[in-house]
């Protein structure tokens, strides 16, 4: 039971990688959104993806600290997961353009922890694991919009 609750948290061992684990597990939400933007209601799956991904991480946050022996632990990456599918969140699957963009930005406000963020890692359990990764998201979408407002780039899926 524990490999696959530790298959689960660490998104299929992405976040048991000896070196950035939290960078390394991203490219599972790149996965998930690559493999979503094609669909016809892009943003109602990648919602759907990101409360099944959060109620379940939520419920395993305890024990991923417990099994690792520290608080918020680097191999429990559905967090990132979440956090990098909040940020790529529109109505139009994304490019690969977009694709790569939101992984840096993502990345970006992930390892800067804006206030709020740093803020929200202090909650106990799976709380305190998954909401600074959707507040790090939700600066990534500001971020995306922005972007996809000001440069013109092939934002969505099928533009050429």
Do not use: H
């Not at 940020?87 to 699957?93: D, E, F, H, K, M």
Request: with cysteine.
């Amino acid at each position: 039971m524990n490999t696959l609750k530790l298959a689960f948290v660490s998104f299929g061992f992405l976040g048991c990688s000896p070196f950035a684990p939290g960078t390394v597990g991203t490219l599972g939400g790149v996965a998930v959104a690559w493999a979503l933007a094609g669909t016809r209601n892009y943003l109602l799956w990648s919602l759907l993806a990101c409360a099944v991904l959060y109620a379940i991480g939520r419920s395993l946050g305890t024990w991923a600290e417990q099994y690792a022996g520290r608080k918020d632990p680097g191999i429990f990456v559905v967090d990132e997961v979440i956090g990098y599918l909040v940020t790529i969140a529109w109505v139009r699957g994304p490019s690969v353009v977009a694709l790569v963009v939101a992984f840096f930005v993502f990345r970006f406000f992930d390892i800067l922890k804006p206030p709020l963020a740093r803020r929200l890692e202090g909650v106990p359990g799976g709380d305190g694991i998954l909401l600074d990764d959707v507040v790090a998201g939700l600066y990534g979408l500001g971020v995306m919009a922005l972007a996809r407002w000001l440069i013109p780039l092939p934002w969505d899926f099928g533009a050429a």
